[in-house]
T-cell receptor, first 112, second 112 residues
Framework: SQTIHQWPATLVQPVGSPLSLECTVEGTSNPNLYWYRQAAGRGLQLLFYSIGIGQISSEVPQNLSASRPQDRQFILSSKKLLLSDSGFYLC???????????FGNGTRLTVT | DAKTTQPPSMDCAEGRAANLPCNHSTISGNEYVYWYRQIHSQGPQYIIHGLKNNETNEMASLIITEDRKSSTLILPHATLRDTAVYYCIVRVYNSGNTPLVFGKGTRLSVIA
């Protein structure tokens, strides 16, 4: 069976510090990978998605970036965090072609 | 992808059926209807999806009108653990890289 791992579960970072969130998927190959963000009391916002290694599509311009160094690894990064980057970050995967989207347990990021 | 409209909130008595409506009047012939839910502080969970026929699984039933302009998610015997935000989404079929876009959903409160 397929599983998705996302870490850390919670993170508190000062403004201006860097960020690296990692997500890995097990039990499947060549998945589509996604990063979503949910600000407090708000809906889910799609940040990035990837259909293959090195292929990243950005949905929202911001100080975040994403990379996919391996087939089942998706990384969300920032060089300098802003207060507005606080939120609940969710990684997800699917196989495309009408398959359901499966989410990780999320990382709750607080920028202070 | 077509836009969906859902009521912002609903209440349901425990043990009764919860019927969550969704309007997708601009849906195209190649778009599926998906339902997800998000329990507080967790990642969204896939529930069910369908094209034009009614669908049922261990979690819920999906009823799609004949003209496909609306659908209803039915939780046959709601429990307190079904309290969550429910998202109705339409997505183009057979598109390997079209990500799901979440709206505001319906906040379902199951009351004892």
């Amino acid at each position: 069976s397929q599983t998705i791992h996302q870490w850390p579960a919670t993170l508190v970072q000062p403004v201006g510090s860097p960020l690296s969130l990692e997500c890995t998927v097990e039990g499947t190959s060549n998945p589509n990978l996604y990063w979503y963000r949910q600000a407090a009391g708000r809906g889910l916002q799609l940040l990035f998605y990837s259909i293959g290694i090195g292929q990243i599509s950005s949905e929202v311009p911001q100080n975040l970036s994403a990379s996919r160094p391996q087939d089942r690894q998706f990384i969300l990064s920032s060089k300098k965090l802003l207060l507005s980057d606080s939120g609940f970050y969710l990684c997800a995967w699917d196989r495309g072609f009408n398959s359901p989207l499966h989410f990780g347990n999320g990382t709750r990021l607080t920028v202070t | 992808d077509a836009k969906t409209t859902q009521p912002p909130s609903m209440d349901c008595a425990e043990g009764r059926a919860a019927n969550l409506p969704c309007n997708h009047s601009t849906i195209s012939g190649n778009e599926y209807v998906y339902w997800y839910r998000q329990i507080h502080s967790q990642g969204p969970q896939y529930i069910i999806h369908g094209l034009k026929n009614n669908e049922t699984n261990e979690m819920a039933s999906l009823i799609i009108t004949e003209d496909r302009k609306s659908s209803t998610l039915i939780l046959p015997h709601a429990t307190l653990r079904d309290t969550a935000v429910y998202y109705c989404i339409v997505r183009v079929y057979n598109s390997g890289n079209t990500p799901l876009v979440f709206g505001k959903g319906t906040r379902l409160s199951v009351i004892a």
